[in-house]
């Protein structure tokens, strides 16, 4: 089955630092790959997405690139801000329905 | 609306209570998904609608739960004699379309069920 699995633990970096958080995935067939973000008191928002091998999906300076040898997603971003403390989720869908499949979210804050 | 809507955004339920949750998708958006969220987990997949087929129900954790979406549009997760295993948020989320893979899936706000 499919499935997500993100490293350990919450983030915590100060303002201006590099920040990434590993995803790796297991999955049938081409998934195609998310990233989603929860800021404190919101829903779940798309960061962003690829669809298919080497493809790289960026938006608000964070990018991810689908690395189909490693079955990796990794997040980055070069500076962070204050602003990006929130709960970040990789996720993969794949097959006919477009479910997603989750992993269990990496707490990041970021400290002035 | 502007986005997806969810009611009530919080419910206590006594333990054997039954509860209903509504999810009110964007207009228009053919695909519906429920998913439960445990406290400091990822959300989880229950079940899928296309229109008013649900097609994928797969993630149900027991035949209490039971969802249903009769006009294609507003769907209720519905879930008999709740138990504290239960106590979870349970998100909505819809999709323009279905049956493909890359699709964005748009997340309500979520109803946090505490059972005691």
């Not at chain 2, 429920?34 to 097609?55: D, K, S, V």
């Not at chain 2, 295993?85 to 069920?113: H, I, K, M």
Request: neutral net charge; proline residues 4%.
């Amino acid at each position: 089955g499919n499935s997500v699995t993100q490293m350990e633990g919450p983030v915590t970096l100060s303002e201006e630092a590099f920040l990434t958080i590993n995803c790796t995935y297991t999955a049938t067939g081409y998934p195609s790959l998310f990233w989603y973000v929860q800021y404190p008191g919101e829903g779940l928002q798309l960061l962003l997405k690829a669809t298919k091998a080497d493809d790289k999906g960026s938006n608000k300076g964070f990018e991810a690139t689908y690395r189909k040898e490693t079955t990796s997603f990794h997040l980055e971003k070069g500076s962070v801000q204050v602003s990006d403390s929130a709960v970040y989720f990789c996720a993969l869908s794949s097959g006919g329905n477009n479910r997603l499949a989750f992993g269990k979210g990496n707490q990041v804050v970021v400290i002035p | 609306g502007a986005g997806v809507s969810q009611s009530p955004r919080y419910k206590v339920a006594k333990r054997g209570q039954d509860v209903a949750l509504r999810c009110d998708p964007i207009s228009g958006h053919v695909s519906l998904f429920w998913y439960q969220q445990a406290l400091g987990q990822g959300p989880e997949f229950l079940t899928y609608f296309q229109n008013e087929a649900q097609l994928d129900k797969s993630g149900l954790p027991s035949d209490r739960f039971f969802a249903e979406r009769p006009e294609g549009s507003v769907s209720t997760l519905k879930i008999q004699r709740t138990q504290q295993e239960d106590s979870a948020v349970y998100l909505c989320a819809s999709s323009l379309t279905g049956g493909t893979s890359y699709n964005e899936q748009f997340f309500g706000p979520g109803t946090r069920l505490t059972v005691l």
